[in-house]
């Protein structure tokens, strides 16, 4: 289906002119109901910002600070997923869902432009979690091998190597990396001082999901893959927040999820294999078609029997809608908004803790900071509770407070979760 016949089956389908229509972000949006382009000579101001806020379907009021979590997708995005379910549901006739293989391969071709890979290297799952455990369970592995990761992976990036370690024998090694890191160099000496003559495989996040540190992912992979150590990359909280191309960065193997910083359909997954790994990575899933998925690069890392079509169908918009912005200019964004809160806290709070650097180029969209003294797990309560920031109360060897802004928030939005945690934290 051509892009254009898409468009129209999608506005048939939904009625979709008539529900954007009455959508709040109605007035800002083009014809389609997509959000016009920044000027690319020009960082966009503010006011460009209030207009990519209206195209999200966000309660009135509520500052939103929790991307690290779960994104909300845009009209155009929620459009797509309604349009596709209901066509399903209308007929869901083997004829009528014919037409879905093809979207899924427009949607395996957007995220592959977004990362910068080839199609035949993506796999959609449905979402970091099984993409990690994929690779988790499928690398080659003997008694006898060593698997290094940082100690600030998610656990299906940690646990999920423990377990498997527990059948095969080999040994899982922790590394953990200066608190605040300000320099990237402290980062790569830590982890590669781990790596010895018998590691395998070098497991860790872009960014962290505990502690908002960006993870300088080139360097590690290009001394991994000089000793012939295979590189997990996990980027849940880097795919859609950071301008990032997986053959520059060099990783065999890369994760995400579309429902973050993607702000795209719910469930849906991002498995990475660079093309010379697949087929030493065995799959989990066998099912129907085996046989063809063989012959189909990554593909044979989703032979996952019946999907939700409509959310596979809708990562391309999803991934549209992103471009649309543009990643460099989303990543800019996300750097200012965290920037704007860590210097906002600083000045409000002085004895505020951040366990996220303060360098630009060692953070994304993720900060998390502590106020000595005061009941994180109450603060993060009261916030929503009493002034409607929703953002993330973190426990553990990192516990604090996380905010995870995007690019539906606004200056006024930082202001307004500056004055909240001041009232609330003070
Ligand atoms: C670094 C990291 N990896 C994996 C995940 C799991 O993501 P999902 O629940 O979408 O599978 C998360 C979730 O926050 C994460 O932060």
């Keep these: 289906m051509s892009s254009q016949n898409r468009r129209t089956f999608l506005g048939n389908a939904l009625?979709?002119?008539?529900?954007?229509?009455?959508?709040?972000?109605?007035?800002?949006?083009?014809?389609?109901?997509?959000?016009?382009?920044?000027?690319?000579?020009?960082?966009?101001?503010?006011?460009?910002?209030?207009?990519v806020k209206l195209s999200f379907?966000?309660?009135?009021?509520?500052?939103?600070?929790?991307?690290?979590?779960?994104?909300?997708?845009?009209?155009?995005?929620?459009d797509a997923v309604f349009a596709w379910t209901r066509d399903v549901d209308a007929d869901p006739s083997f004829q009528n869902r014919g037409k879905y293989a093809q979207l899924k391969e427009g949607s395996r071709e957007a995220v592959a432009r977004h990362i910068g890979a080839d199609p035949d290297e993506i796999a959609l799952t449905r979402n970091t979690s099984e993409s990690n455990n994929t690779v988790v369970s499928g690398v080659p592995l003997q008694r006898g091998d060593e698997v290094v990761l940082w100690d600030q992976n998610h656990p299906t990036n940690a646990t999920s190597w423990d377990e498997r370690a527990k059948v095969d024998g080999f040994t899982v090694k922790r590394v953990s990396t200066p608190a605040a890191p300000e320099s990237p160099?402290?980062?790569v000496d830590a982890m590669v001082g781990a790596l010895t003559s018998r590691t395998k495989v070098l497991a860790f996040s872009h960014v962290s999901n505990a502690t908002g540190v960006r993870m300088p992912a080139a360097e590690l992979c290009e001394v991994a893959r000089s000793r012939g150590i295979m590189t997990l990359l996990d980027g849940?909280?880097?795919?859609?927040?950071?301008?990032?191309?997986?053959h520059e960065i060099g990783c065999d193997f890369y994760t995400a999820s579309t429902h973050k910083w993607l702000t795209g359909p719910k469930e849906g997954g991002v498995?990475?294999?660079?093309?010379?790994?697949?087929?030493?990575?065995?799959?989990?899933d066998v099912g129907v078609g085996w046989a063809g998925a063989l012959e189909g690069g990554a593909r044979k890392f989703e032979n996952l029997g019946q999907r939700d079509d409509a959310c596979v169908a809708a990562i391309q918009t999803a991934v549209e809608f992103h471009a649309r912005i543009g990643s460099l200019v989303v990543e800019q964004r996300l750097l200012e908004l965290t920037g704007a809160l860590q210097q906002g806290l600083r000045e409000?709070?002085?004895?505020?803790?951040?366990?996220?650097?303060?360098?630009?180029?060692?953070?994304?969209?993720v900060l998390v900071f502590r106020v000595p003294g005061t009941?994180?797990?109450?603060?993060?309560r009261a916030l929503y509770d009493e002034y409607r920031v929703a953002g993330a109360g973190r426990g553990?060897?990192?516990?604090?407070?996380?905010l995870s802004p995007h690019i539906y928030n606004t200056l006024a939005d930082v202001e307004r979760a500056l004055d909240a945690i001041q009232a609330v934290m003070t």
């Design 271 to 284: 498995l990475y294999v660079r093309s010379e790994m697949i087929e030493r990575l065995r799959a989990s």
């Design 236 to 246: 849940a909280q880097t795919c859609g927040a950071l301008h990032m191309r997986v």
């Design 396 to 402: 553990g060897a990192f516990s604090g407070i996380r």
């Design 375 to 380: 009941d994180s797990g109450a603060a993060y």
């Design 15 to 51: 009625g979709a002119g008539a529900f954007l229509a009455s959508t709040p972000g109605s007035a800002v949006l083009d014809s389609r109901g997509w959000m016009p382009p920044p000027r690319t000579s020009q960082v966009p101001d503010e006011a460009y910002w209030e207009r």
């Design 185 to 187: 160099g402290l980062l």
């Design 57 to 78: 379907p966000l309660t009135s009021g509520l500052v939103l600070m929790n991307a690290a979590n779960l994104c909300p997708s845009p009209f155009v995005v929620q």
């Design 348 to 365: 409000r709070i002085p004895s505020v803790e951040f366990h996220t650097p303060s360098t630009p180029a060692m953070s994304s969209g």
